[in-house]
């Protein structure tokens, strides 16, 4: 846009505009000025903040409303607060930091500054009955790894929530629900995504299990862009399941599935072990016991 029109748009004057781009490339954003056509946006900052995120955010309803913080608690229990306050069906909490991040199963969630993705969304899915809540975790689960996909990573889906690079966790949803007998008031989709992590990062124990964007390719990644491509990801795989139901979503994830068709270790009252064979139209794991007997899992956890 040339520097006229922005003034006549911003009704301030040339030079005004000037200083706001110096003060535009100060905070990290990349502007190209070229004589007699104007400025254009190049890059976003590294650093995670409302407005480099809304630039260039490609999506209709999700992340309209956003609250950024660098540092929360836990942006999953922000979002419980904005959603109990009536907030709008795909508001955004996302901080830099978490220093109470949550983890299923009341594990704590490593949430370093300026490393990773830590957002949470409130969903308000009047359509679909409790009973099918755990749908939202594998669609949400499909976006995260097409997203990766397009990136050239070779992800899989472990169920119900986490995405491996080989043998290794790099990212996990929580779902949280509040809702009536037979109607869902809201969702709270928390995701968190190890990316900007060196090896020194994790803790030696952690290591072990869990990997980075970064250890894996060795790159860096600018947590704005990368933000942005999740969401509108989401936001197209999220009105496909609330149009089409979960079938396609099903067979999608079924390609991503971390060791499909192998045996594994179940906890699910008691340990066994079990063949994983798909999964459920309601979301649940399909799995055979070493009798040929067929499980559907709701709530378990598949060993390492
Ligand atoms: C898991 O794999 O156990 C789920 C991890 C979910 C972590 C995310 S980070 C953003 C949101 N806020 C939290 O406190 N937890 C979720």
């Known amino acids: 846009m040339s ?3 922005l003034s006549e748009v911003l009704s301030i004057s040339r030079s ?10 100060k905070s990290g954003y990349e502007v190209e000025a070229v004589t007699n056509r104007g400025y254009r946006i190049i890059n976003v900052p590294e650093a995670l903040s409302e ?3 809304r630039w260039g955010l490609e999506t209709k309803w999700l992340g309209s409303t956003l609250h950024y913080h660098p540092t929360v608690t836990s942006t999953q229990n ?16 996302i901080a830099s930091e978490q220093t109470k991040g949550k983890g299923r199963m009341k594990r704590y969630w490593d949430s370093k500054a300026n490393v990773g993705l830590w957002f949470s969304t409130v969903l308000r899915p009047h359509s679909l009955e409790p009973k099918n809540a755990t749908q939202i975790t594998l669609v949400a689960a499909v976006a995260l790894a097409n997203v990766m996909k397009e990136y050239g990573i070779p992800v899989s889906i472990k169920w119900p929530n986490d995405l491996f690079i080989g043998d290794k966790k790099m990212a996990g949803i929580l779902t949280e629900m ?6 869902i008031d809201y969702i709270i989709i928390g995701i968190g995504l190890n990316v900007n992590h060196e090896e020194a990062d994790f803790g030696s124990a952690v290591l072990e ?10 790159d860096h990644y600018n947590l704005n862009t990368l933000f942005k491509s999740i969401a509108h990801e989401f936001e197209v795989q999220y009105e496909r399941f609330i149009e089409h139901g979960f079938k396609p979503i099903k ?10 068709g192998e045996w ?3 906890r699910a009252q008691g340990e066994w072990n079990a063949k994983l064979i798909g999964i459920h139209e309601d979301g649940a794991l399909k799995v055979v016991d070493e009798k040929g007997q067929e499980h559907l899992l709701y709530s378990a956890e598949i060993l390492w």
């Not at 979002?79 to 508001?91: I, K, Q």
């Open 16 to 25: 005004a505009v000037w200083k706001h781009m110096n003060e535009l490339k």
């Open 51 to 53: 407005d480099a995120i």
């Open 264 to 266: 594994l270790t179940v």
């Open 78 to 93: 922000l979002a419980h607060e904005f959603a109990r306050d009536g907030a709008e069906h795909g508001t955004v909490v």
């Open 251 to 260: 067979s999608d994830w079924e390609g991503y599935a971390y060791k499909m």
């Open 178 to 183: 509040q809702a009536e007998q037979d109607q």
């Open 3 to 5: 520097g006229q029109e």
């Open 209 to 218: 299990h869990a990997t980075s964007l970064k250890v894996y390719t060795q």
